[in-house]
Every structure is written in C-alpha cells, then in structure tokens.
C-alpha cells in the first residue's frame, strides 16, 4: 500500500544514483579512449581509469536494478545550507593549505563541514578534527610524503 508521498514502483534517489554512477563510469571509459590500456602484467595509464569506471558502471547497475524492486521512495527537496557549507569549506581547505598549513586547514575542514549538520555536538567534532588531523599529517605529510608545509610558522 502506498501512501500521499510515495511512488508505486523504484525507489527514486537509489535510481538517481544508479544514474549517476553509470553516467559518470561512460563518461571516465569515454574520455579516458586514448590512454594506452597495456595488460595486467604491464599496466598502462589508461588501465586503472578504465577498472574504475567499469566498477562504478557495475555498481549503478546493481543499485538501479535493486531500486527498481523496491517500494518507491520519492526525493527531497534539495537543501542549500549543507550544499553550501560543504563547499566553502572545501574551498576554505584548498586556501588554508597552501598559506597556513595542513593542520589549520584540516580543522577548518572538519569543524566548517560539521556545520552543515544542525544536530552536532561540539565535543564529538573536535575530537573528531583532532584525531582525523593527526591521522592525515601522520598518513599524508610523514607517511606518503606530500609537499605540504603542515604549519603556518
């Protein structure tokens, strides 16, 4: 039985996905024709692009054809706030680490991003940034060796 607000058949934000995703794997394998594939043994560039996008295109079809035997759920009214917070504070992040380092830029990040949720608990997201910021200046600036100055001094 369905109600006011539902569709009978599909579940609609798992299909929109689905179509995302397989969007996205067509236009990686599309664009990504002229990179020499190579073989297992001997990878070119264009192999690991094209197992991706493969992977994704197989991923959407499953998710599409499991939404597709679902009750149907309709989509939401898009919301602006959490869009906008999470991309000023990516941007923000992309700024601060070129000019004040990777630890103010990751704590912008996590603590600006939290904001998108209204239900936050301060305590629980700065812990959450001290301990993602320590793990990626331990993984990415000493592990993996990324050339970024993790200071502002």
Known sequence: MTGPGTTKRGDMP????????IGFGVLGLWLSRPLDQG????MG????PRVVCGGLIVLGAVI?????????EPLEAMKLRPLAVIVL????????AEHAGFV???LWLIIAGSL???GGRWRTTLLLAGGLTL???????????VQMKIWPF
């Open 135 to 145: 793990f990626g200046a331990l993984v990415f600036i000493y592990g993996l060796g």
């Open 104 to 106: 103010v830029a990751s």
């Open 64 to 72: 599409g054809f499991s939404a597709l035997h679902r009750q149907g």
């Open 89 to 96: 504070s990516i941007v923000g992040f992309a700024y601060l």
């Open 14 to 21: 798992d299909l929109l996905t689905a179509a995302l995703f």
């Open 116 to 118: 998108a949720d209204p």
């Open 39 to 42: 073989t297992l043994a001997q």
């Open 45 to 48: 560039p264009g192999f690991l």
